[in-house]
């Protein structure tokens, strides 16, 4: 069992839930005053996505990310930075001819899907470890071993530290070659995403499989989707983790109440201290990941 247990929250994340919650942030000031929100009700660690202010949709506009890293660094508000490095993976293909590409589709380099990350040098950014059929009907998400290798490379060059996103087994063994190979600098950081159709279910032994595949000693945390949220954070300090929730993942505080993101954290530290756990404050999480320090 974990008992000193970092608490990520992802803020907002690209998916089409902005017309399912009034709670879910879509400007830049939005996400940026929902992050501080959740990092005085206990969160660690905050997850960033951005997103087209006057669509609502996911968006890789480095000035998007830039104003809310700013807004949440000069607040008076303490807490570590991860964006996602996910966004550029997107392909939808045409069932019927899939040498054509569909609206939605946007596909990019693994380098090109960092420069906010080279720009704004946050503490954290992620890597998603593999590509992944996502969900029903033809969204492909592309994250090739060339494209990782490339992308864990420009990110190690930048000191960033690395979160690799675990979708499924394979994406797990994937990611230990990266540590292997030295692409992916110490403390290694494991985030096992569960429940993403048609990923790793959200199934307890399956967590506590890939749990036991983990290297000695990693820097683990998990998640899982909608009203697995909750359980899944017990789940994950039993078995030595740490824990993620936020409105990227889960819209509800309970059956019929929407939540924020600083109602999820007040939960989620609710759950860890009950179990005889505690959260860490952000500098113990910059320990646990030995962060460098940022002028």
Same mark, same amino acid.
């Given at each position: 069992m974990n008992r000193n247990v970092m608490i990520t929250c992802a803020l907002t994340g690209a998916g089409d839930t902005v017309g399912r919650s009034e709670h879910v942030p879509v400007t830049p000031e939005q996400?940026?005053?929902s992050g501080i929100a959740a990092a005085l009700a206990?969160?660690?660690?905050?997850?960033?996505? /951005?997103?087209?202010?006057?669509?609502? %949709?996911?968006? $890789? +506009?480095?000035?998007?990310? $830039?104003?809310?890293?700013? &807004?949440? $660094?000069?607040?008076?508000?303490?807490?570590?930075? +991860?964006?996602?490095?996910?966004?550029?993976?997107?392909?939808?293909?045409?069932?019927?001819?899939?040498? #054509? !590409?569909?609206?939605?589709?946007?596909?990019?380099?693994?380098?090109?899907?960092?420069?906010? /990350?080279?720009? *704004?040098?946050?503490?954290?950014? #992620?890597?998603?470890?593999?590509?992944? +059929? !996502?969900?029903?009907g033809s969204l492909?998400?592309?994250? #090739?071993?060339?494209? *990782? $290798?490339?992308?864990? %490379? %420009?990110?190690?060059?930048?000191?960033? &530290?690395?979160?690799?996103?675990? !979708?499924?087994?394979g994406h797990l063994w994937f990611a230990k070659q990266l540590v292997e190979e030295g692409l992916i600098d110490a403390p290694a950081m494991y985030q096992l995403c569960m429940g993403i159709p048609y990923g790793a279910p959200a199934d307890p032994g399956t967590l506590a499989a890939m749990v036991n595949q983990l290297p000695e000693g990693a820097v683990w945390a998990s998640f899982a989707l909608g009203p697995m949220q909750m359980p899944w954070v017990a789940q994950s300090i039993l078995l030595g983790g740490h824990v993620r929730v936020g409105l990227e993942d889960n819209l509800y505080l309970r059956k019929g109440v929407k939540a924020t993101n600083a109602q999820l954290v007040e939960q989620a530290r609710t759950i860890v201290e009950a179990m005889g756990a505690r959260v860490a404050t952000p500098d113990e999480g910059r320990e646990i990941l030995q962060l460098k320090a940022r002028s």
């Open positions: 996400i940026a005053e206990g969160a660690t660690i905050v997850h960033i996505h /951005v997103r087209d202010p006057e669509t609502g %949709k996911g968006s $890789r +506009n480095v000035a998007y990310y $830039r104003e809310v890293v700013e &807004r949440i $660094r000069a607040s008076d508000v303490d807490v570590i930075v +991860n964006t996602t490095a996910g966004m550029g993976g997107d392909l939808v293909l045409d069932p019927h001819d899939p040498t #054509t !590409f569909l609206e939605g589709t946007d596909l990019v380099s693994g380098v090109d899907r960092l420069p906010h /990350v080279e720009e *704004l040098l946050p503490d954290i950014c #992620t890597l998603d470890c593999g590509s992944l +059929n !996502f969900g029903e492909v998400y592309v994250s #090739t071993p060339d494209m *990782l $290798r490339e992308g864990a %490379k %420009k990110i190690q060059e930048l000191g960033v &530290r690395c979160e690799m996103e675990i !979708f499924d087994t």
